[in-house]
């Protein structure tokens, strides 16, 4: 995966909180567990209380103070993304985002860009206080995603993927998804939130759907240059999200993390195959449309 070397990147997509001890201010309140929770999934189904230790994120070393500002002014151009950890993170946001802004403009609606928040070991948002161990989430009282940047090294070491930057961004298209479940009403829809057919296992196809469906159009979509701010995405890339994909499916987390068996009365993610199944839906068809998980009786 690489970026246009002459794109600009917009750092006001991300707010980068990992140099003011690790908590954004914010209101009180019960956490909306909306996004890819994977860490309270292995506690959920295990009683696992994964490490949040040495979370120092991207390129960052522990202990150094970053903020808003440094990021923007050393994330100017893809160039940038494709030397440094944290700028390719950023570039991918900005990709993600034009995709939607696209794609609503297309459908006579009006894309809400929102921040991805950066922080280090624990987070205060509007859905109530988080630490690093619940992953990277997205948080509908604030419209906003959160992330420890360390959570793609866990990916490797906990889960065995394989990493790289297309993981990354099949992670972030994957939160921005719920972003758009959540303008769009489709996330009112939850009333069921575990087993096989739930509506939370719905979401959570249809999130890596519109994943998929980005990941289409991001060496397609233009820049204010008129040039894509990706250049390529390889199959090496899409192989390894699908690694990714498979790694963080119910099944997979209850017997091959937890070591426990399957029961699919507690999936809320949906499996392996069907994660994988979903993404490459999106991935094949570039539509949004074909990610209805909510009106079909075959989630695969």
Known sequence: MQFNEGAEL????VSDQRGVGGRVAGVGGGLGVVGLIVFFLIQQFTGIQLPTSGLEGGSVNPGTQVESGQLAEKCKTG????RDSDCRVLATINSIQAFWT?????SGRTYQVTKTNFFRNSVNTRCGNATSAVGPFY?????????DLDFFNEMRTTFGAKGGPFVEAYILAHEYGHHV????????RVSTRTGPTSDSVRLELQAD?????????????????GQPLITNITQEDIDAA???AGRIGDD???SEIGGGQVDTTKFSHGSSEQRKKWFTTGLQTGDPARCNTFDTDNLG
């Not at 759907?209 to 204010?224: D, E, R």
């Open 10 to 13: 917009d750092a006001s997509q």
């Open 79 to 82: 160039a940038d993304a494709n």
């Open 102 to 106: 696209d794609q609503f403009a297309r």
């Open 139 to 147: 948080c509908p009282a604030d419209s906003q995603v959160y992330i």
């Open 181 to 188: 479940q959540n303008l769009l009403g489709t996330s009112d």
């Open 209 to 225: 759907c519109y994943a998929g469906a980005w990941g289409n159009a991001a060496t397609k979509l233009p820049t204010a240059n």
């Open 242 to 244: 699908l690694d990714a």
């Open 252 to 254: 997979f987390i209850q």
